[in-house]
């Protein structure tokens, strides 16, 4: 090359220089390309659209109607046998979902969680399978104690036949998906929402979604570089992971779980309701190992919805919650239904064995409660 050429190159790229030098100082305002899963897993996120006071309170109206028409199904359909209370559970969980498609339509919707929800979920999974299945063992055993005896082994001679219990087994599954959906559906999807929108700091004032983090600010906000100064994006520069449990490697930052005020009383009103339904009012002439049940199995309703109502802020769709909800009643229920081909009318029964099953599950459930209450805290 000629040192004519040569010349007329360097003052091409000099022209050039000015613009090479926007193109930067505009890569640098993007987010880093390192919070860019953020962004893409967002999907699972509320869209953060402004709530009309109308809207609350056809959200509450839809709750209400829900209540009303549930007492009717019951009564109108008695839950009488396993085949009836799949009748029963179908008519429910059918008027549920339908009103959830009508009035917050949003959480029918698929998606995918972000890291922090993740976590939750395997944490909240984990737990109430853990419960679940100590719950059904304990069942089991004392269903084996009083057709066997303490020391004389399985009561073999007790147990139905296989057919018997698979038919068993394919209704109980029916019933615990059914009520599972009719449950997550009535109290944690429409309840949550129209007590959120009651107390006037949801997503109606805020415009924000309850319980929702402000998961990749970096689409707003950024620091010199381009790097987001959020510990969320800053635990994936770090290369480690954000959520519920323990510290997490690599000198990330872990994020904690944040919830809105009204948020927080959507879900205790919510668990209360869930409570009482579960429960109702114990006779006053009961002894006083009914009444000590009956505390306990209010105790162990709340905070099994608590559990729920928290994953249901955090994530904002009826699928998860609803799955489960059903597989821990799976777990919890299989002994009882499987042996006896009827489903518990009531664990306040005076019975030894439901007092030890109901003692056990929440102490189980309050450790979980109190795992959660830490990290909301943080």
Same mark, same amino acid.
């Given at each position: 090359m000629g040192r004519f050429e040569a010349s007329?190159?360097?003052? +091409?790229?000099?022209?050039?220089?000015?613009?090479?030098a926007a193109i930067l100082k505009r890569y640098q305002q993007l987010p880093s390309t390192r919070s860019l899963p953020l962004l893409k897993e967002r999907a699972c996120q509320v869209q953060k659209e402004i709530r009309t006071p109308a809207g609350g309170v056809a959200v509450f109206a839809a709750f209400v109607a829900v209540l009303i028409g549930s007492f009717a199904v019951m009564n109108a359909l008695p839950a009488v046998g396993l085949p009836a209370a799949l009748l029963q559970e179908a008519v429910l969980a059918l008027v549920a979902v339908v009103t959830v498609r009508l009035a917050t339509p949003d959480a029918l919707k698929r998606c995918t969680y972000i890291v922090q929800q993740q976590d939750l979920i395997h944490f909240v999974v984990g737990s109430l399978v853990l419960v679940g299945f100590v719950g059904g063992a304990i069942s089991f055993a004392t269903w084996n104690i009083n057709h066997a005896g303490a020391i004389n082994g399985l009561a073999f001679s007790q147990l139905p036949s296989a057919s018997e219990i698979a038919q068993n087994l394919l209704l109980l599954l029916g019933i615990c998906?059914?009520?599972?959906?009719? %449950? %997550?559906?009535?109290?944690?999807?429409?309840?949550?929402?129209?007590?959120?929108?009651?107390f006037g700091q949801g997503r109606a004032a805020s415009g924000r979604a309850i319980g929702e983090r402000d998961v990749c600010p970096a689409a707003s906000k950024h620091v010199a570089g381009g790097r987001s100064a959020h510990p969320v994006a800053s635990g994936y520069a770090a290369g480690g992971r954000v959520g519920v449990s323990g510290e997490?490697?690599?000198? +990330?930052?872990?994020?904690?779980?944040?919830?809105?005020p009204a948020a927080k009383?959507?879900?205790?009103?919510?668990?209360?309701?869930?409570?009482l339904l579960h429960v109702g009012v114990p006779d006053a002439s009961a002894d006083q190992m009914v009444l000590m049940q009956s505390v306990l199995k209010f105790a162990q309703a709340l905070l099994f919805s608590v559990i729920l109502g928290v994953l249901y802020t955090q994530?904002?769709?009826?699928?998860?919650? +609803?799955?489960i909800h059903a597989g821990f009643d799976v777990l919890y229920l299989a002994p009882?239904?499987?042996?006896?081909?009827?489903?518990p009318a009531t664990y +306040?029964?005076?019975?030894?064995?439901d007092t030890v099953l109901l003692a056990v599950t929440v102490l189980m459930l309050v450790g979980i409660v109190i795992k959660i209450s830490k990290e909301i805290a943080r």
């Open positions: 007329e190159v360097i003052i +091409a790229c000099r022209r050039l220089m000015p613009q090479i998906l059914l009520a599972g959906l009719y %449950e %997550e559906s009535f109290m944690h999807v429409l309840g949550i929402e129209a007590f959120e929108r009651a997490i490697g690599h000198g +990330a930052v872990k994020s904690p779980i944040s919830f809105d009383r959507a879900i205790l009103v919510s668990a209360l309701l869930f409570a994530t904002r769709r009826l699928w998860l919650c +609803a799955f009882n239904v499987l042996l006896t081909g009827t489903m +306040a029964s005076g019975a030894v064995g």
